[in-house]
């Protein structure tokens, strides 16, 4: 058989060593376990993010919100005055620590969020010249339970004043939230004692009343305001004799306030008794009808002067009842 000649040169790297081929890890994982762990990461991050959700939905998930689209006055609020010396602290607080305690909003269905409790706070970040705050995104069923938030909030942070609970139970049922004032008391306190929604309900008259013209309501003391809101049920016109008073006043202290009430509650004296003696009764005319009874000035009763001006009544018209009319009579003279 015939030899081929080779027409090219032979490749070198044919006349080398081959090259080792290359080795596949002895430790890579199956194609199966790949999916597996695919599928438990994908898992864990859909669980992750329902968690985040639902969290967020339930009003558990503090989250940071720009101040400016707060609404403070979405609620009447229960607050009505808040001591310098208060504020100073919390801004001092802020400044020092931060916020440590997130406030509480709700959506609002045309934008932004609606303040429920944290009004406080979030002025003293605005004094701080802060854009945000941490809050909690709730979202109540009904405005009640709303109110309901920032009445709790309020009881157990600070405490309110006797007239500030009752005020925002007036002011609850007149937003028609409640039904009655009654409702709104038992629901907004319904943690709090009887005797103490009862002291509420006891200062629901001054709210009524004078809530417009004091200037220190939250300085009226539990025992005072009590007998103040006695008073103006007794009393149908106290109210107004208060409002004339401290309009008049425009007290700048509480005690000096706190005067002119006492001084409106305060009955009216007397007048003061005639002290001049009344004038004898004139003399019977010459030739006027009189006997030795008297002269008659009432049917069946006569009346005689003696010449030291004593007057005696007598007859039968002087009956035990006039006796005594007569007798209060001259006691009150």
Not at 132 to 158: C, D, F, G, K, S
Not at 219 to 225: N, P, W
Not at 263 to 284: H, I, L
Request: hydrophobic share 45%.
């Amino acid at each position: 058989m015939a030899k081929r000649k080779r027409l090219t040169p032979a490749n070198p790297l044919y006349l080398g060593d081959a090259p080792a081929p290359e080795t596949k890890s002895l430790l890579r994982a199956a194609p199966i376990a790949d999916v597996a762990r695919d599928a438990a990461t994908s898992h864990a991050a859909a669980e992750m993010a329902e968690t985040l959700q639902k969290a967020r939905a339930e009003g558990r998930m503090i989250v940071p919100l720009a101040l400016a689209e707060i609404q403070f006055d979405h609620l009447v609020r229960d607050r009505i005055i808040v001591e310098d010396d208060e504020m100073e602290a919390l801004v001092n607080s802020l400044r020092d620590r931060g916020q440590q305690t997130p406030i509480e909003v709700v959506e609002l269905p045309r934008g932004g969020y609606g303040l429920i409790s944290g009004w406080r706070r979030c002025q003293a970040l605005i004094q701080l010249g802060r854009d945000e705050v941490l809050a909690l995104i709730r979202r109540p069923e009904t405005a009640a339970e709303a109110y309901q938030a920032m009445v709790e909030e309020n009881e157990i942070r600070v405490g309110l004043s006797y007239f500030e609970r009752a005020r925002i139970v007036a002011k609850a049922a007149e937003e028609g939230v409640y039904r009655s004032e009654k409702e709104a008391l038992l629901d907004l306190f319904r943690a709090a004692s009887r005797p103490k929604r009862s002291k509420i309900g006891g200062f629901l008259p001054i709210v009524h009343h004078l809530s417009s013209v004091l200037q220190f309501p939250q300085a009226l003391s539990e025992r005072g305001g009590l007998a103040l809101g006695r008073a103006l049920e007794e009393d149908a016109g106290l109210g107004a004799r208060l409002q004339a008073a401290l309009r008049a006043a425009r007290a700048d202290t509480p005690e000096a306030e706190a005067e002119v009430i006492a001084a409106a509650m305060e009955p009216p004296q007397p007048a003061p008794r005639n002290t001049v003696p009344d004038p004898a009764p004139p003399a019977p005319a010459p030739g006027a009808a009189e006997d030795r009874r008297g002269r008659e000035v009432a049917p069946g009763i006569w009346l005689r002067t003696a010449a030291n001006g004593d007057i005696t009544l007598s007859g039968p018209g002087l009956t035990p009842e006039k006796r005594a009319a007569l007798k209060r009579w001259l006691a009150e003279k």
